[in-house]
């Protein structure tokens, strides 16, 4: 069943352990029902692109200037990922090495902050990510971060409470988007904002960049200074980071990336990143895009019927997070609950979650990867009247009926087979 039988042929020989746990992984990303909003399936062609005698060579440096001899192949591939990269977001420049987010995130403070400067994103906890200048990251220890959040009354960012904010503080870097954020980000009024305090606009797409390149969400690209994502999720590529950035700012972040903070690139990622970028452009990715919207509101439409508190009350894109404390069951049990029921999501903080963030009050849940098995709405009220009775028999501890359900959810996944297993 693997997707490339001779190379498993070759590990269950040598190594019949890692053999196993892969072939285990695959059943069970093809027999459950995978709804974290930040995961998904690649296809056929991109795993095997990533799997591949590519990472048997370094390359340090950028196609035409590298650091070691024999880059025949390798300069051309990396060259076609920047190309279709510039086309897919129209972008001047980009740059396909960094290792993942996280990485590409580093890289951009590499290029433009000494430490101790003042830098801002959204917190955590309002759906930021990590990177953006929370406390415990390197970000928010190196640098002084001041984080805006959403209000409590709508759970979307107000976006004159980031401008009094941005005008007292004056941050060089600023931060828009992130891990949590269930609603459309105005990169436009994020720029205004950027341009009156004199900071840096860095969009971090990661979550949204295959709806920006399927036409399923606006644009970052005429907006801000930089673009960080990452590839895997609903761009559906490799996991892997790129960054994207006007003409002015190209040679900082090249810099920034090799040799400020990375060695050589994974060639193999490159390559899979290629043949990602190559598959956004194509007519059914816009199709793609569009149907994981389509599917995350069908989910958050039927959850709200059935007394859900979903944080600003309902989904523009692919992600829903929502509050279980009128279910009375914490995020946590609940999400461990609904694995059992074969429903994989995250446990997540809510917005002013008086939990903590290990025992938060909240379950983030999102369509990429259901929507890349080909599900459509009809299932959608399926998995959210599955997701109704797994909570319930959180509550209850009723391991029976998370069985139950669990059947029913196989019974489902393989009538919808997931690209590249
Ligand atoms: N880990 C990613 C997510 O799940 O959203 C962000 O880094």
Redesign the pocket.
């Known amino acids: 069943m693997c997707y490339n039988p001779s190379m498993h042929k070759a590990l269950t020989e040598v190594d019949p352990e890692i053999a196993r746990l892969i072939e285990a992984e695959e059943k069970r990303q093809r027999e459950k029902i995978r709804l974290?909003?930040?995961e998904n399936y690649t296809s056929a062609a991109v795993l095997e692109a990533s799997g591949t005698v590519l990472q048997n060579k370094y390359s340090e440096g950028y196609p035409g200037k590298r650091y070691y001899e024999g880059q025949q192949n390798i300069d051309p591939i990396e060259a076609l990922a920047i190309a279709r990269a510039k086309a897919l977001f129209a972008v001047d420049h980009a740059n396909v090495q960094p290792y993942s987010?996280?990485p590409a995130n580093l890289a951009v403070y590499l290029a433009f902050c000494q430490p101790g400067d003042t830098i801002m994103g959204m917190g955590l906890p309002a759906g930021g990510?990590l990177t953006h200048g929370w406390s415990v990251s390197i970000t928010g220890k190196y640098f002084r971060s001041v984080a805006y959040g959403v209000r409590k009354e709508t759970g979307r960012v107000d976006l004159d409470e980031v401008r009094e904010l941005a005008k007292k503080e004056k941050p060089k870097l600023l931060w828009c988007g992130g891990?949590a954020i269930p609603r459309t980000i105005d990169f436009a009024a994020f720029a205004d904002i950027a341009k009156e305090v004199g900071a840096i606009l860095v969009a971090d797409i990661?979550?949204i960049a295959g709806l920006i390149a399927g036409g399923a969400h606006p644009s970052a690209s005429a907006h801000a200074d930089i673009i960080s994502t990452?590839t895997h999720k609903t761009l559906r590529g490799p996991r892997g980071g790129m960054l994207m950035c006007k003409g002015q700012h190209a040679g900082a972040i090249d810099k920034a990336v090799f040799p400020g903070l990375q060695g050589g690139p994974h060639n193999q990622t490159t390559a899979g990143i290629a043949v990602a970028l190559k598959e956004a452009s194509t007519d059914a990715f816009k199709k793609y895009a569009h149907a994981i919207v389509e599917n995350a509101q069908a989910l958050a439409t039927e959850l709200s019927a059935r007394g859900y508190d979903l944080v600003s009350g309902g989904t523009d894109n692919h992600l829903i997070l929502v509050d279980l404390t009128n279910k009375e069951v914490p995020g946590k049990k609940a999400a461990q609950a609904l694995d059992k029921a074969g429903l994989v999501l995250?446990y997540n903080s809510v917005p002013f979650d008086p939990r903590k963030p290990f025992d938060p009050s909240g379950i983030r849940l999102g369509t990429p990867a259901v929507t890349s098995r080909g599900m459509g709405p009809a299932e959608m009220r399926q998995i959210g009247a599955w997701l109704d009775r797994g909570v319930q028999a959180a509550r209850t501890a009723d391991d029976a009926a998370l069985e139950k359900i669990a059947g029913e959810v196989r019974e489902l996944t393989g009538r919808f087979p997931a690209p590249g297993l």
């Open positions: 974290i909003p930040s987010g996280s990510h891990t990661a979550h990452t995250n």
